[in-house]
């Protein structure tokens, strides 16, 4: 059975600035600190990338949708996601 994470970026960040097992846990942490920006849910161990491919959310349709860069940056708006502003779910 597939297993999934939560994976919170700020709006301005280049990494995650933390990852949960469960979304209540992220949400109280983003609560605490106040934060703004995005929680993704994110397969274990499976890219987005092949996640996406796998569910039907995405085709390779160009020659760089094959690329390291599109591969290693790939996220699909098929992933649960939520939005937050100042600690609160936008």
Excluded at 1 to 6: A, N
Excluded at 33 to 55: C, F, N, Q
Excluded at 61 to 70: G, I, L, Q
Aim: glycine content about 12%; proline content about 3%.
């Amino acid at each position: 059975m597939l297993q999934y994470v939560w994976v919170f970026n700020s709006a301005d960040a280049r990494f995650p600035g933390g990852i949960f097992t469960s979304l209540d846990n992220a949400e109280r942490w983003i609560g605490l600190h106040l934060l703004s920006g995005t929680l993704t849910r994110y397969p274990v161990d499976m890219g987005a990338y092949e996640w996406a491919i796998e569910k039907g959310l995405f085709s390779v349709t160009k020659s760089e949708h094959t690329s390291p860069a599109f591969i290693g940056g790939f996220t699909d708006a098929g992933q649960e996601h939520f939005h937050y502003e100042d600690g609160s779910r936008a």
